[in-house]
């Protein structure tokens, strides 16, 4: 059972080679902690992202491991230095099959 | 005749009312926050799975939080190391460990020289008033860690739906 959610990225388009790219991915997504319990006194089962990578052109630049203690719809922001022109992927997975995957390409100069 | 009984009645009630209160209190012991939180032991723990026993310097990490958060569930958390990020010295890990939190690892960033800088920005939660550490790992082996503490006025994690 694969699912996925909406998400977005904020990164410039164009950028001098070499410069420094502050890149922004946000994710749609609850991040059940696991840690709560429903009014029926049930606890609510964990639900989270657990992986973030982003590659660029295919080459890994930036990996994190979420934990419950990050908030609803994760927010992260990094940075990497812009070497080429390519397409830099993004890609989320956690919890029941949880996976969304987002691209965003860079011109650079 | 018939005030006897009722003082009877009314003492049984209040015993039962005891019973009750009583009940409660051990119930309250019972699911005290102490249980549901990690102590800072937990978190010494999580700090010493990351390093593996080494030694963890103070300084060269600055980690950023609110000193006053109203709400718990979202939190803005800047961590960014001083390192130049060249190919021979770089941040290799980064890991924010929260003392408070029913667990303690909050996230782990993996970064390289391609990183161009040690800058991470997201938004945690925090459970309650509590230190939050930042562990760099640097890529010759050595921790280095740094702190902020913060107010929590309205917990976050464990709350009902």
């Known amino acids: 059972m694969s699912k996925t959610s909406r998400t977005s990225i904020t990164m410039p388009s164009s950028a001098k080679k070499g410069a420094i790219i502050e890149i922004r991915a946000i994710a749609q997504h609850d991040m059940e902690s696991g840690f709560r319990y429903s009014e029926g006194g049930k606890l609510i089962p964990r ?18 491991d979420f934990y419950p203690g990050i908030g ?20 989320w997975s956690g919890d029941d099959g949880y996976e969304a995957i987002n691209q965003a390409h860079i011109i650079v100069s | 005749m018939i005030e006897p009984t009722l003082t009877h009645q009314t003492s049984r009630r209040n015993w039962f009312k005891q019973l009750q209160s009583l009940g409660v209190l051990a119930l309250g012991l019972w699911f005290s926050p ?9 978190a010494a723990k999580a700090i010493q799975e990351i390093t593996g026993g080494k030694l963890v310097q103070d300084g060269k990490v600055n980690l950023v939080i609110p000193p006053l958060v109203e709400n718990g569930n979202l939190v803005v958390l800047k961590v960014s190391v001083d390192s130049p990020m060249t190919a021979n010295d770089y941040v290799k890990a980064i890991h924010v460990i ?19 800088s040690a800058k991470i920005t997201t938004r945690v939660r925090l459970a309650d008033s509590q230190t939050v550490w930042a562990i760099a790992q640097m890529n010759n082996g050595s921790f280095y860690r740094g702190s902020a503490e913060t107010l929590v006025t309205l917990s976050a994690c464990t709350e009902l739906v």
């Open chain 2, 98 to 116: 929260a003392e408070g939190n029913p667990l303690p690892n909050i996230f782990t960033a993996y970064l390289s020289p391609r990183s161009g």
């Open chain 1, 72 to 91: 609803a719809n994760p927010l992260i922001i990094f940075t990497t230095i812009a070497t080429e022109t390519g397409t830099l992927e993004f890609k």
């Open chain 2, 34 to 42: 102490l249980t549901a939180f990690a102590k800072k032991e937990d």
């Open chain 1, 47 to 64: 639900d989270i992202i657990r992986v973030f990578t982003c590659t660029y052109n295919d080459v890994e630049v930036f990996k994190a």
